[in-house]
């Protein structure tokens, strides 16, 4: 039966370029928008639900952040891009969470597309497209929904802890996508664990009709993580070796260490992909060699039987004269000699290590 899949991704195809159509199914009632406005001495945040509350951010003497939440508001967000003057194919790759991480850089600003990934209580990974606009003096985020990995950054700016108070936008975007690379170090260490876990088992001979499920489940959540890592060395590559006017080249040796840890997670992806495959020859190695075991047993089984069986079968026989019958202790000499071959056979059996 096959399954049921999500067409919504699909409502694209045909239309206009630079049409802002939102392809996910996460449909928040409400727009939800976080506004961090900062310099050295002074600190304002606010929540907004009107996009026109924004706009006053945009060439102030403050570094701004705005964090928009629920994608499925295309007008507000088109609102938005308007007043910033984003590019309408900006606009359309936003709200396309299918969307590969990327960077594109334009005159007045530049564009980025990462995948934010987290286990949510269950262990589920969870994957959400995480959207940036870097300007002279803000930084835009889109959101599917509320609920992030930034929480971290958000008490850095209330608190004043660190240089992010005292640095520009592209600082700020850059402790955003260190959050978000922070969290891949979890969901990999998780991953780590999950494939210890089912190893353990494995080799524990604890192998249930889950286990092929669950080594079939971790690899596509170990390609999930890969499709989302990968493309995202190319992105901070292109931030180290272009030059923009947007991003200081102090604040470069900072993305160069964003750049150290994705090499660091991809390793580690790598690895636990050949781990997978090895988890997974295990396992049939395992059902393999319990197969084996019962053939061996009902071979044995067999191979004493089978002698038994036929001198049963010759002395079943329906002719008139057997000489043999006739005889006072023929059955309980015909007894003897069948428990003598079955231990005879035993003893055989036993020498030979068969069991």
Not at 14 to 38: A, H, M
């Amino acid at each position: 039966m096959a399954k049921k899949r999500n067409k919504k991704a699909h409502k694209k195809i045909g239309s206009v370029p630079g049409s802002v159509i939102y392809t996910g199914n996460k449909e928040s009632k409400e727009l939800f928008i976080e506004v961090f406005d900062y310099n050295h001495d002074k600190f304002l945040e606010k929540q907004l639900n009107k996009v026109e509350d924004t706009f006053d951010f945009k060439l102030n003497d403050c570094v701004s952040w705005i964090n928009l939440n629920g994608l499925n508001h295309v007008d507000s967000i088109e609102k938005l891009g308007l007043h910033f003057n984003l590019h309408p194919l900006v606009l359309e790759d936003i709200v396309n969470i299918s969307q590969r991480p990327k960077i594109d850089e334009y005159e007045d600003y530049i564009f980025l597309v990462l995948k934010m990934l987290y286990y949510d209580g269950d262990e589920n990974i969870i994957s959400e497209q995480v959207s940036f606009i870097l300007g002279p003096n803000y930084v835009l985020s889109f959101q599917e929904s509320e609920g992030d990995v930034f929480d971290s950054v958000r008490d850095r700016i209330r608190q004043g802890k660190g240089r992010v108070r005292t640095m520009n936008a592209d600082y700020l975007l850059y402790i955003l996508m260190d959050s978000i690379i922070d969290y891949y170090f979890n969901v990999i260490e998780t991953l780590g664990y999950k494939i210890e876990d089912l190893e353990t088992d494995i080799f524990l001979g604890n192998v249930e009709n889950t286990i092929n499920k669950d080594i079939r489940d971790l690899k596509k959540e170990i390609l999930r993580v890969r499709r989302a890592i990968f493309p995202l060395r190319e992105v901070i590559s292109r931030i180290e070796k272009h030059d923009s006017h947007l991003i200081a080249s102090t604040t470069k040796n900072y993305y160069r260490d964003i750049y150290d840890h994705l090499i660091q997670v991809s390793e580690n992806i790598d690895i636990y992909r050949e781990m997978i495959w090895s988890l997974m020859d295990m396992y049939m190695t395992t059902i393999s060699n319990k197969m084996n075991e019962v053939m061996k047993v009902l071979t044995i089984m067999a191979s004493i039987f089978i002698p038994l069986t036929f001198i049963a079968g010759i002395y079943g026989m329906n002719f008139d004269y057997i000489p043999e019958l006739h005889f006072k202790y023929s059955y309980f000499i015909l007894w003897g000699v069948m428990i003598m071959l079955f231990v005879a056979m035993l003893i055989y059996f036993k020498r030979k290590k068969w069991l």
